[in-house]
């Protein structure tokens, strides 16, 4: 249900501000999402009332009682997406639309209330202009912003989803996301543990994907590996997706990505990168990939690169695969020509280098 209600926002500014200096320390290496801006964003929902309560304000805790439904039964949902500062000195958002229009069907597939579009990104919109200072100038850093809304009902009976609800917005300066710039990943193919069968909530942005998914991720941490990479839950053989990135295949000049069943997380990268490939002249096509076939293209030689894709680490090549039945090494092991072209259009639209020609870039101020 989404409300026609115009909200205004009500801005508390902080009166704790980090200093200027205290401020330049940590953007010098800001990590991942290690350290947050002064401010964030709240909206509350009450059903019956629509969003109300709509605030920018200091950054801090929250005080809920341990009975609020989140705690229990995980009705949560999250978004992530960039806004990077631009050669020109602008301040922009990378298709910022498709981050509320996924939000929404994330929401609704949680049984929680769907935030206007406008209002989503509006309050992305405010939450920059006020922390802008906190937007690294240092080339491929960006200030990671984190919009996430949780179930705040207090009570533990189950037969209906929560009645309030909390969105919010948090930010934070950011590095690579993987350490150590582009470096080839290693993945562990999970034969144990799956992420989303048919019907679930692979397809939603939620957390509670990510709470299965931390035993399968160290379970691939002990096998020597960096990554895990889940397979369908019903055969265990055909391709999914990486930790909390899409994957792509290239064979040549053909680019092929697990098609969205429902049980992966449709990216936006993954999306733009589908239209990008078009644009270089290359065929790129969703489909579907076994384990299998994945080992016979490398043994071929068919199959030159493997790379995932997301915002957090926009795209990170697969370097090598281990499964129970062993492993095996993707070309030479190392980034592909391809992987490093997509890495280097993609960025360059993101920070302004190259011309937007699909009108990706969301100005901020
Ligand atoms: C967020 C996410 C992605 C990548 O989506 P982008 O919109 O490209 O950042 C891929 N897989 C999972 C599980 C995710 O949570």
């Given at each position: 249900m989404t409300t026609a209600q115009q909200l205004s926002f009500d801005v508390q500014l902080s009166d704790a501000a980090r200093t200027p200096a205290e401020r330049e320390r940590v953007l010098a290496d800001p990590g991942f999402g290690q350290t947050f801006t002064d401010h964030m964003i709240s909206i509350d929902y009450t059903e019956g009332r629509g969003w109300h309560d709509a605030r920018l304000m200091p950054y801090g805790p929250l005080t809920l009682d341990p009975a609020t439904?989140?705690?229990?039964?995980?009705?949560?949902?999250?978004?992530?997406?960039?806004?990077?500062?631009?050669?020109?000195?602008?301040?922009?958002?990378?298709?910022?639309?498709?981050?509320?229009?996924?939000?929404?069907?994330?929401?609704?597939?949680?049984?929680?209330?769907?935030?206007?579009?406008?209002?989503?990104?509006?309050?992305?919109?405010?939450?920059?202009?006020?922390?802008?200072?906190?937007?690294?100038?240092?080339?491929?850093?960006?200030?990671?912003?984190?919009?996430?809304?949780?179930?705040?009902?207090?009570?533990?009976?189950?037969?209906?989803?929560?009645?309030?609800?909390?969105?919010?917005?948090i930010a934070s300066p950011a590095a690579a996301y993987f350490s150590g710039g582009v470096k080839p990943v290693s993945v562990w193919l999970s034969q144990d543990y799956t992420r989303a069968a048919p019907g679930g909530t692979g397809a939603a942005k939620c957390g509670g994907n990510y709470a299965a998914a931390f035993v399968a991720q160290r379970q691939a941490v002990e096998n020597g590996c960096d990554q895990v990479v889940w397979l369908d839950a019903a055969e265990h053989r055909y391709v999914e997706e990486m930790g909390g990135m899409n994957l792509f295949f290239v064979y040549g000049d053909r680019l092929l990505t697990p098609a969205l069943t429902g049980t992966l997380l449709p990216g936006i990268t993954r999306d733009s990168l589908l239209t990008l490939a078009a644009d270089l002249g290359l065929t790129a096509e969703e489909g579907r990939l076994s384990i299998d076939e994945w080992r016979a293209g490398c043994a071929s030689g068919e199959l030159t690169e493997v790379f995932a894709c997301g915002t957090a680490a926009v795209i990170t090549p697969v370097g090598s695969v281990k499964g129970v039945e062993g492993g095996w090494t993707i070309g030479d092991?190392?980034?592909?020509?391809?992987?490093?072209?997509?890495?280097?259009?993609?960025?360059?639209?993101?920070?302004?280098?190259?011309?937007?020609?699909?009108?990706?870039?969301?100005?901020?101020?």
């Open positions: 439904s989140v705690f229990h039964y995980a009705q949560e949902l999250f978004e992530g997406l960039k806004a990077y500062r631009q050669s020109s000195g602008s301040i922009v958002a990378f298709r910022p639309y498709a981050n509320a229009a996924r939000f929404n069907r994330s929401a609704a597939r949680m049984a929680m209330p769907e935030l206007p579009e406008e209002t989503f990104v509006e309050s992305l919109e405010l939450l920059v202009q006020t922390d802008r200072d906190w937007v690294p100038t240092t080339e491929g850093h960006s200030l990671y912003l984190r919009p996430f809304m949780i179930a705040t009902q207090s009570g533990l009976g189950v037969n209906y989803p929560s009645r309030t609800y909390k969105y919010m917005v092991g190392g980034p592909g020509k391809l992987t490093m072209r997509f890495r280097e259009e993609l960025m360059g639209v993101q920070y302004g280098t190259r011309p937007d020609t699909h009108n990706w870039v969301h100005k901020i101020c």
